[in-house]
């Protein structure tokens, strides 16, 4: 089991050496932060996931595999989606720091929901770990809602600067929105109403 484990260990170093790589060389030749489309935010999604699979693996050993399903599931619905991977100049329009502020927190928010997720689904399924699961969903739950928070606001402000409106209400907006509400109520419900355990665990699947 020991020398599986330092295998896995070291898959996950590979992977995450290589997707650093291949990101900043991207951004090296692209002279801007890979930020700009679905390719490249799925990519940065990938990324986010192998460093919090790297960064918790000590504590928490389960999320070794959670870093290679949400990396490689990142990278497959780009793939999928026939995302363009060509470097392009950015439009006039979206050359603004507040675009990428705003999607790199909306990504490391979605990459922390994600591995919440799985924590949940493992609880469900195995109740011998459950406290340790449910520990790790309430380190990464605080981060993720401030990151989702503070990416819809510099996200409306990148809007007033790019198209002069702050909200229009289109899809990826009402979404990230209802997603930071669901969220924020179980933290409100944590503190008021005492929702723990069980209830905690759907939450985290039905917000994700």
Known sequence: ARRINRVLVGALDAAFLFQLFGYGLRWYVGGRIPLSNGYETMQFMALCTLV?????????????????????????????????PQITPLMPVLVSPWLSMHVSLIMMSYALFAFIMLNGILALCIRRHERMLMLLSRLLLYPANFFLGAGIFMGAVCANVSWGRYWAWDPKEVWALSTWIVYAGYLHARVTAGWKGRKATWVGLIGF
């Not at 000590?58 to 619905?77: D, I, Q």
């Open 52 to 84: 919090l699979a790297c960064l918790f693996r000590r504590r928490f050993p389960f999320t070794v595999p959670f870093g290679f399903l949400l990396s490689g599931f990142a990278l497959l619905v780009a793939h999928l989606g026939q995302m363009n």
